[in-house]
């Protein structure tokens, strides 16, 4: 059976896998100001940097539409499987669920199989499943099989982040200004994860190396044996700072494989410049 995978824009493809005709992105629209953008092939990071900076707004997102999803539910795969953000970062989840009822409405039974997977993570996270899904379509599992593992995997994977700059959170209230500047002052970076889709601190350290040396640390005592894993690496704007995670990571262990991808608009619009995203 044929298949494809969609993704909303925070599903951050390799450059190989954007050529890859089984996947296709969903944009999401970003907005700084009264600047607005499309999360697509146009995107320009660093231009989009660029304005972050300059703005005292905090950049926004909004997810897609339901009609957009429904447009690419109408494929000629037979077995599509959805993969978006977490539920509890943005709407677009929501947004893939009723498209597959406004397809299912108007298609009716036709033998289309559509699974929408909320990844309780976002960026590096999609990216993975993406992989797992992608590797089982390939070894021609029935779909109810490959939807299974998938959710099954979502369950059990691990994200872990740290950020370089904090701006992006004080300007979304996220973190108050007096919390802002001391951690600036200060140097201090944050160790943070997602469990069940919602993000938390884990710990904390001055400096930017010492803290992607702490958030591997954790990462190694929660996951353990990483042999079967596939590791993937998000960043914003920092190959180097990618490359310095997965040698850190290779130090400590094994696995299945490793992947290192950047940050399209979503992903970069939280992650901020210098961020890394790392998930397995």
Do not use: W
């Amino acid at each position: 059976m044929s298949y494809k995978i969609i993704g909303d824009s925070c599903l951050d493809l390799t450059a190989d896998l954007k050529k890859d005709p089984h996947f296709q992105i969903i944009p999401l629209t970003l907005q700084v100001g009264e600047i607005q953008i499309v999360d697509d092939d146009t995107f320009d990071q660093k231009s989009f940097l660029e304005i972050v900076k300059k703005s005292s707004e905090s950049p926004k997102s909004a997810c897609p539409s339901p009609e957009l999803y429904k447009e690419a539910y109408e494929c000629e795969e037979d077995h599509v499987f959805v993969i978006t953000l977490s539920e509890h970062l943005s709407g677009s989840y929501n947004s893939a669920v009723l498209g597959k009822k406004l397809y299912e409405e108007e298609h009716g039974d036709d033998g289309k199989k559509i699974a929408v997977l909320g990844s309780d993570s976002a960026s590096s996270g999609q990216l993975n499943i993406a992989l797992l899904v992608q590797s089982l379509c390939q070894a021609a599992l029935p779909f109810e099989e490959i939807e299974k593992r998938a959710r099954d995997f979502i369950k059990d994977m691990k994200t872990y982040f740290v950020l370089e700059s904090l701006d992006t959170l004080r300007k979304n209230g996220r973190l108050t200004g007096l919390q802002a500047f001391f951690a600036t002052a200060l140097n201090i970076k944050p160790v943070m994860s997602a469990q069940s889709g919602v993000i938390i601190k884990l710990d904390q350290a001055r400096g930017i190396n010492k803290a992607l040396v702490r958030m591997v640390d954790i990462a190694i005592k929660d996951v353990g044996d990483t042999r079967d894993k596939v590791l993937v690496i998000a960043h914003c704007n920092n190959p180097e700072r990618a490359e310095y995670v997965k040698q850190e990571m290779l130090k400590r262990s094994k696995y299945k494989d490793i992947i290192i991808t950047e940050t399209a608009g979503v992903a970069t619009v939280y992650a901020n410049d210098g961020g890394i995203i790392m998930t397995l």
